[in-house]
């Protein structure tokens, strides 16, 4: 997929865990473990608008958009 998810690195520049992004946004545990990892198939605006609340962020900082050959040559 076209879109890499870098929830990781900004929770780590936040200092902040999943557990607590969990019950700060009100998403399951599941849910935003499915999102860290890039598995997520969509993710709702209302959800992406609590993160970036939480997180203090925009979502370009969570989200970001790379070329297929460029995903490609990065997983070689």
């Known amino acids: 997929m076209a879109i890499r998810v870098t929830l990781d690195r900004v929770l780590l520049e936040r200092r902040m865990s999943l557990t607590e992004l969990c019950d700060r946004v009100g998403v399951t ?14 993710v709702r605006f209302s959800t992406l608008d609590a993160l970036c609340r939480e997180l203090n962020c925009q979502p370009g900082e969570i989200l970001s958009y790379i070329e297929e050959a460029d995903e490609q040559a990065a997983a070689q």
């Open 29 to 42: 545990m599941a849910n935003l473990s499915i999102l860290k990892t890039g598995k997520a198939k969509a």
